[in-house]
Every structure is written in structure tokens, then in C-alpha cells.
């Protein structure tokens, strides 16, 4: 199984709902990302987890809030998000952690926030 | 100053051309070079490059990096509507650091 997987695929909340994106990945990879892409823009990192730690949070707003309750999930918890939140995120895994190798992206949650 | 440079930002060929995206990066602490296409969702991974000179292949699409002048390009020949996508390019560095991507070419291939 080479696939990251996201569910779900789209997503539509109002701003004072409460979400979760998941992401889960069974290629044994150690390190697992959460991107933030709107359009026509690159993806931006928003988090890093390593062996099921949170190694790097790019200062993200705490309406956005991570979780990896084991080494093949990656979950992300919305909660009163606003309308500028609406975006493509992508969950991603990497083999090791030194962060800057080859990345498998999942096909992304498209997110609209009304 | 961005540390990993695109260019073109777009590109509209038609089928049967031959197109070059360019990718120029910061040296420092540098280890790696990817490239990655993504139509709608999923970037996906093409090629990762960390020694000079020594080019990548599959199928119409090659790679090759030139750590002298600190580019890399991405030739498409042939192009195909298919091949119709934003290509991002990515440096790796040292240091437990995430990849750096570019902004990303925007390629059009007309019939």
C-alpha cells in the first residue's frame, strides 16, 4: 500500500461548526505533514509530526488543531474557523525525519468555510 | 527572498512541443531537488535530484541539476494535453527543515 489517504474529500462548515480532517497512511512512515494550499499558490506546511510528536508548527492559529494518535494517523481538528480558512489541505508522509526528503501526498480535503 | 525560484510562473504550448521549467535554489545547507506535478489534487512526485550532472528519465519527462550554477530543469517533450498541470519544484535541505517549494510553472498544452 503506497497511498496516503485522506477522507474527507470535500468539507463544508459553517464558522462556528466543529470538524475533523483525517489522514492515514500504512507505509510505515515516520514523519506526517499537514499543508495548506490555496489556489494557485504552493502548499504551505502548517505542521510536522515525527514519531507521533509535534516537531514543527509553522504558527498556525489554534482554531486548527493536530492530532496523531498513532504512527498511521494524522487527524486535524477545525473549530471556528473563518472563511479566509477555505482551502485545499493535504496531508502528507515521509519515510524518516529529517524532513526534507520525498513527500506522498494524499488527494486533499477541499475545505469551504461559510 | 524566496530560496527555491520557478520560471516561468505559466506556460501555454501546444501538443508536440517541447517544453523547459526551470528551477533555481539557495546553496546553503542544500541536499536535494524534487520535482512534482499536480493536476487537480495530489502533488505527485517525478524526480529527486542530488547529484550534479546526472540526468533522470521516465518516459517523456526528464531532470537534471547543475549544482555549479544552482538550477534544475524539467524537460517534457512531445507535451500531451495530459501533461497540462502546475509543476512544483522543492529543495531539501539540512537540518531537520521542510521542504522549501517554488511557487510553482503552470503549463497549458493546447491540441
Known amino acids: 500500500d503506497t497511498e496516503v489517504t485522506q477522507t474527507p474529500k470535500h468539507l463544508v462548515m459553517g464558522m462556528t461548526n466543529k470538524k475533523s480532517l483525517k489522514c492515514e497512511q500504512h507505509?510505515?512512515?515516520?514523519?506526517m505533514y499537514w499543508y495548506k494550499q490555496k489556489a494557485k499558490k504552493p502548499p504551505e506546511l502548517m505542521f510536522v509530526y515525527s514519531y507521533e510528536k509535534l516537531s514543527i508548527n509553522e504558527s498556525v492559529p489554534s482554531r486548527f488543531s493536530p492530532e496523531c494518535p498513532n504512527s498511521s494517523l494524522l487527524n486535524l481538528h477545525l473549530h471556528a474557523l473563518q472563511p479566509e480558512d477555505s482551502a485545499l489541505y493535504l496531508c502528507a508522509s515521509s519515510p524518516g525525519t529529517t524532513f526534507n526528503e520525498k513527500l506522498f501526498f494524499g488527494s486533499g480535503t477541499q475545505l469551504s468555510v461559510l | 527572498e524566496d530560496k527555491v525560484v520557478q520560471s516561468p510562473l505559466s506556460l501555454v504550448v501546444h501538443e508536440g512541443d517541447t517544453v523547459t521549467l526551470n528551477c533555481s535554489y539557495e546553496v546553503t545547507n542544500f541536499r536535494s531537488l524534487l520535482w512534482y506535478k499536480q493536476e487537480k489534487k495530489a502533488p505527485t512526485f517525478l524526480f529527486m535530484l542530488t547529484s550534479s550532472g546526472i540526468e533522470k528519465k521516465s518516459g517523456r519527462l526528464s531532470s537534471i541539476l547543475d549544482k555549479k550554477e544552482l538550477f534544475s530543469i524539467l524537460n517534457i517533450t512531445a507535451t500531451q494535453t495530459g501533461d497540462s498541470a502546475v509543476y512544483l519544484c522543492a529543495g531539501g535541505y539540512s537540518g531537520n527543515t521542510p521542504l522549501v517549494f517554488g511557487k510553482g510553472t503552470r503549463l497549458s498544452v493546447i491540441a
Open positions: 507505509m510505515g512512515h515516520r514523519a
